[in-house]
């Protein structure tokens, strides 16, 4: 049986283990398959933050060996995090991400505080909650354009600080068109859209992305899944993927994609 993660940090950027660290507990925690997926640097909206071009190096290097130490033991995967506004990094498979949104020149992070996004949304976007998801999911749906990514990280990242729709309805068509228009374009690309469990290890959110709702509608769409963590701790890798697994069967989805030692993706019954 296979058990895999495929979205993990370490403190190459903003993780708390090393990835001797992240790598040993996946193996303690009996993984088949382990990826680490770094962020790619992310000086265009927060300097300091994700890999610079020598930190990325050493990254691979440093993980290059832990493969060939768990050789026969456990498939070590090298991967990287990208933005779609952020730049292109190599690694052996990437995450297409959406962390930010660009208006009237300025990035906005929809992940850093509630505050920050509050005070972003009301002053770009005239408190228009609806306004804001429609320029997130334009800029969503360009991912892979922009990375040529292997997977999509996190669809709906906007809702972090939604819970409880506290500042928008995300069962209403206004959310929901500029979303199924891009999840419709990434899933023409045939790219699988990952479960990603990091705002319950982190106590954002009672729910995984992207919400049941836009999981139903990617089955709908003959789509495909992955389930990772988003891990920032060698604590949470494998976090809730039972519930995760639970969710993906009630939307209709019979197999998880899993990346392949070779490159590209297995498909296994979930
Ligand atoms: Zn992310
Ligand atoms: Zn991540």
Redesign the pocket.
Known sequence: MIRADF?T?TTYCDGAGTPREMVEAAYQMGYTDFGV?G?ADFSFCDPGFGMSDEKLAAYKRELEELREEFRGRMNIYIGI?LDGLGPVQKAEYA?G?THCVEKDGEIVCVDDTEEKLEDAVLRLWKGDWYAFAADYFKTEAKVYERTGCDFV??FDLLTKFNEGFCHFDETKDAYLEPALAAMKRLNDRGLPFEINT?ALSRGYRTQPYPSRILLKELCAMGGRIMINS?S?SPKTIGFQFDSARKLALECGFKRVCVLAPGGGFREVPL
């Open positions: 979205h940090h997926s962020h995090e995450i991400s990280g996190h990091g988003d920032h």
